[in-house]
């Protein structure tokens, strides 16, 4: 069965920590996303990368950074983590071309920042 | 970029289809139409997509309008377990990204 899996299910941090969420994917999939998603807000776009090494910024990437060594993972960075990233952490992937497939998303990462 | 207009909920009895609608007027001649659905505290969950003609899987039939600027997701016979929050989203072809909005609560009622 393909999937997307994040490491942690739910996390709790302190503020000012540095924060890293994992995700692996093991469909070969070019594209990977972060979203975090909060209540009336919806799923928000923090960053995506389509290719290894390379990183695009989507709607919320202010106090993130993302890194992608390897085709497979997708790291979410939080420099210095504060109570306002306090959030649900959502993780996806897909294939470059729309017409293949849509995203396949991880089951999240619950994250609490005190 | 092409963005989606969803009703915030819907109520439907189990047993009867549910017809959840999306405006997307601005959607652009090669942009793609995709649902997803998220059950609470799980990841969003592909449903179906499509492009100019309808479709039809396993899950639920999108009916596109002719001129693309909406669409509907209908799921035939609905169950209890079909109450999520559905989201219409425009895929963008530049830069490969998905916009999800707030989404459509479904609560499918007894």
């Known amino acids: 069965d393909v999937k997307v899996t994040q490491s942690s299910r739910y996390l709790v941090k302190r503020t000012g920590e540095k924060v890293f969420l994992e995700c692996v994917q093991d469909m070969d999939h070019e594209n990977m996303f972060w979203y975090r998603q909060d209540p009336g807000l919806g799923l928000r776009l923090i960053y995506f990368s389509y290719d290894v090494k390379m990183k695009e910024k989507g709607d919320i990437p202010e106090g993130y950074s993302v890194s992608r060594e390897k085709k497979e993972r997708f790291s979410l960075i939080l420099e210095s983590a504060s109570t306002n990233q306090t959030s649900m952490y959502l993780c996806?992937?897909?294939?470059?071309?729309?017409?293949?497939?849509?995203?396949?998303f991880g089951s999240g990462t619950r994250l609490t920042v005190v | 970029d092409a963005k989606t207009t969803q009703p915030t909920s819907m109520d439907c009895a189990e047993g009867r289809a549910a017809n959840l609608p999306c405006n997307h007027s601005t959607i652009s001649g090669n942009e793609y139409v995709y649902w997803y659905r998220q059950i609470h505290s799980q990841g969003p969950q592909y449903i179906i997509h499509g492009l100019k003609n309808n479709e039809t899987n396993e899950m639920a039939s999108l009916i596109i309008t002719e001129d693309r600027k909406s669409s509907t997701l209908i799921l035939p016979h609905a169950t209890l377990r079909d109450t999520a929050v559905y989201y219409c989203i425009v895929r963008v072809l530049t830069g490969n990204q998905f916009y999800f909005g707030t989404g459509t609560s479904l609560t499918v009622i007894p």
């Open positions: 996806a992937s897909s294939f470059l071309s729309p017409d293949r497939s849509g995203y396949t």
